[in-house]
């Protein structure tokens, strides 16, 4: 068992980032958060963002970006080599992907050879989950086991787990089930509403989420990283990241 590095998806302030980008990464830094996974819609230029990045003391550890082959290949790696980061993850596909094995089978054959080329780049590359690669069952298989199976042992996965809870898995069952597959992890908090998928989240501590359970399952499977992430709260994102960078002092998760 080992610690993960703990840290935020920044995707939970883009609004603020495009308010002020270098005031709200300071707020960040203030609060004691170091350890960033970016998103693909930073307001600035990977290399303007990655520097000053550096220059204020935070580390990027892995991104979210399209899939790194094809014609923007190229450029998303390079992206991703400017920021210095050691995980690629996609981030979403759409849920018409998971319509049928076939589908699902192509898509997995996609992530392969998405997963040489990031590694022929230094970096380890996986894919994140929403809730319908769990709820889309073909034959009465979810999606995502298909996903699973049918991509190499080195695909790794970013398990989201709210979005796991959400389409009926169990996050901690899943984890383990990933094992070192489970590379990185998303802890957020919500009411897990089965009727509002839209539904707003909450900051930790105060929805159904067992975030303590949770990352103690990272922990077990070697998990690199947990990251925060919110995607929109019904309060303001800074405080509702506050409040959860907070939390897991609190719980003493982190110190």
């Known amino acids: ?49 990655a520097a000053l990045f550096k220059d204020m003391g935070f580390s990027v ?96 996965f970013e398990v989201d787990t709210y979005w796991a809870q959400f389409g009926g898995v169990d996050p901690l069952e899943l984890i383990h089930e990933l094992g070192a597959r489970a590379s990185m992890i998303h802890i957020k908090d919500g009411p897990l509403d089965p009727n509002d998928r839209n539904a707003h989240m909450l900051p930790f501590g105060e929805g159904k989420m067992d975030i303590p359970a949770i990352v103690e399952a990272g922990k077990d499977v070697d998990a690199k990283a947990i990251y925060v992430e919110l995607d929109h709260c019904a309060t303001d994102m800074m405080e509702a990241v506050e409040k959860s960078w907070n939390y897991l002092k609190e719980q003493g998760i982190i110190s």
Request: net charge negative.
């Open 1 to 49: 068992m080992s610690e993960p590095l703990f840290g935020l998806q920044l995707y939970t302030v883009r609004e603020a980032l495009e308010a002020d980008f270098k005031g709200t990464m300071q707020r960040l830094y203030d609060l004691g958060i170091r350890n960033l996974e970016i998103y693909g819609g930073l307001p600035l230029p990977p290399k303007e963002s």
């Open 61 to 156: 550890i892995s991104g979210h970006l399209p899939l790194p082959i094809g014609d923007e290949g190229p450029a998303n790696i390079e992206a991703a080599k400017t920021f210095g980061m050691s995980s690629y993850f996609v981030p979403w596909i759409s849920p018409e992907t998971y319509a049928d094995r076939e589908s699902v089978e192509a898509f997995a054959m996609l992530l392969n050879d998405s997963c040489k080329v990031a590694a022929d780049a230094g970096m380890e590359f996986g894919y994140h989950n929403h809730e319908f690669e769990f709820t889309n069952k073909i034959d009465g298989v979810p999606a995502y086991t298909i996903l699973r199976e049918a991509t190499d042992p080195e695909v790794k």
